[in-house]
């Protein structure tokens, strides 16, 4: 069955690192574009960054735009979120979630998250 | 960008009850919007995409319409599972997409 599962997260300061990852199994991961998605505490879904099954095309939310990096090793299997400069309003538990290839451009699989928080 | 606004925020209902939630595109997005269920500490489900296509596997007692930017999610007879928070998600401007503030179903 199709499992995604992120690591990575915990408390960082302000304008601090940390890099997250997303373990896919199940599937041929390849064979599908993925994001990051995150929901601060009580609050709302935020898309975050974009890539292709490739890694050749990526895109950004413009909040996280020259902070972060995503990244992907098909060979690993796995999907990186490399983020830098982190500020509060980064708090927020990151999935990793799978576009649909039956269902259009949505996502269809979401892993069960990881909490970032950063605070001093 | 394309904003989305879902109303109401809140909604009190019964089990049995006819549930209908309202999402609007700031913008016409044809029918490229998803819905999705969110229960506390759990991921997003997915549950209709394309504004009226039910995902595989969800109960058909869910149900979407709608086009350009207006839409809504119709919950025929609600269940006790049903209680969560639902939230639309635009995907015209893939794979920059946006998603409602959601819709929190809780009982009365």
């Known amino acids: 069955q199709v499992q995604l599962v992120e690591s990575g997260g915990g408390l960082v300061k302000p304008g601090g690192s940390l890099r997250l990852s997303c373990a896919a199994s199940?599937?041929?991961?390849?064979?599908?574009?993925m994001s990051w998605i995150r929901q601060a505490p009580g609050k709302g879904l935020e898309w975050v960054s974009y890539?292709?099954?490739?890694?050749?095309?990526?895109y950004y939310a413009d909040s996280v735009k020259g902070r972060f990096t995503i990244s992907r090793d098909n060979a690993k299997n796995s999907l990186y979120l490399q983020m830098n400069s982190l500020r509060a309003e980064d708090t927020a538990v990151y999935y990793c979630?799978?576009?649909?290839?039956?269902?259009?451009?949505?996502?269809?699989?979401w892993g069960q998250g990881t909490l970032v928080t950063v605070s001093s | 960008d394309i904003q989305m606004t879902q109303s109401p925020s809140t909604l009190s209902a019964s089990v049995g009850d006819r549930v209908t939630i309202t999402c609007r595109a700031s913008?016409?997005?044809?029918?490229?919007l998803a819905w999705y269920q969110q229960k506390p500490g759990k991921a997003p489900k997915l549950l209709i995409y394309?504004?009226?296509s039910l995902e595989s596997g969800v109960p058909s007692r869910f149900s979407g319409s709608g086009s350009g930017t207006e839409f809504t999610l119709t919950i025929s007879s609600l269940q006790p599972d049903d209680f969560a928070t639902y939230y639309c998600?635009?995907?015209?401007?893939?794979?920059?997409?946006?998603f409602g503030p959601g819709t929190k179903v809780d009982i009365k």
């Open positions: 913008q016409s997005i044809s029918s490229w």
């Open positions: 979630a799978r576009y649909s290839s039956s269902s259009g451009e949505t996502f269809d699989y």
């Open positions: 394309k504004a009226s």
């Open positions: 199940g599937f041929t991961f390849s064979d599908y574009y």
């Open positions: 890539i292709s099954s490739s890694g050749s095309t990526i």
């Open positions: 998600q635009q995907y015209n401007s893939y794979p920059q997409v946006t």
